[in-house]
């Protein structure tokens, strides 16, 4: 069946490193993902997001790499800083039942900014 | 902005209690969304609406039904709460289901305690 998982359940970084989080999903068919980061006591919030058709896509401080080989997708934070700490999730879309599209979410990585 | 926001941010009820969980969104979304956030599972969707009136299941919707009247306000119920549905209840929205435009944007989150 569908899943989208993560390979790491939390991720310690020290400011002002750069961060990676992965993410591995399991439908050949998926075209098009996105990363939310989800603070503490908030909903998730949208960061960036990626069509199948392309393999980078860069948004401000974050990019995302697309591996369609391996079914991979990975979220790099550069200048990691304390306010990054958050959950992040990646996302698969899909079609469900009736041709309309849902998200299907994996599990989360928890990212530690340390000082 | 796009902005989703929920009736509670905290709730406690009592078990065979009907509950109701409100979502409003001012961004003349389509669709409408209610997940629930357990640890370790991630989001898991209960039911979506791409329409007023219209209704889907998703993934686990046993014990749940929802009513959309307003394109503005989707509704969760639980018609007879139970202690495994304490959770954190989140409500989403989005543009077009069958554009391939598929981010959700999120509201705050109820957090159910069920006694």
């Known amino acids: 069946g569908e899943s989208v998982g993560l390979h790491l359940p939390t991720l310690s970084v020290q400011e002002g490193d750069n961060s990676i989080i992965n993410c591995a999903y399991s439908?050949?068919?998926?075209?098009?993902f996105i990363w939310y980061k989800q603070e503490s006591g908030k909903g998730p919030q949208f960061i960036i997001d990626?069509?199948?058709?392309?393999d980078k896509r860069q948004g401000q401080r974050v990019t995302v790499l697309l591996n369609k080989t391996v079914k991979h997708l990975s979220l790099q934070i550069a200048a990691t800083q304390p306010g990054d700490s958050a959950v992040y999730f990646c996302?698969?879309?899909?079609?469900?039942?009736?041709?309309?599209?849902?998200?299907?979410f994996g599990a989360g990585t928890r990212l530690a900014v340390h000082p | 902005d796009v902005k989703v926001t929920q009736s509670s941010r905290y709730l406690v009820k009592r078990t065979g209690e009907k509950v109701f969980l409100e979502c409003v969104q001012d961004m003349d979304h389509e669709n409408m969304f209610w997940y629930r956030q357990d640890p370790g599972l991630g989001l898991r969707l209960i039911y979506f609406?791409?329409?007023?009136?219209?209704?889907e299941k998703g993934d686990i919707p046993e014990g749940y039904s929802v009513s959309r009247e307003k394109k503005e306000r989707f509704s969760l119920i639980l018609e007879s709460a139970s202690t495994n549905q304490t959770s954190m209840y989140l409500c989403?929205?989005?543009?077009?289901?069958?554009?391939?435009?598929?981010?959700?944007?999120f509201g705050p989150g109820t957090r159910l305690t069920v006694l």
């Open positions: 439908n050949s068919a998926s075209d098009y």
């Open positions: 989403a929205s989005s543009y077009l289901a069958q554009v391939r435009t598929d981010t959700q944007y």
């Open positions: 990626i069509r199948s058709n392309m």
């Open positions: 996302a698969d879309s899909s079609r469900g039942a009736g041709g309309y599209n849902k998200l299907i």
């Open positions: 609406s791409y329409d007023v009136k219209m209704k």
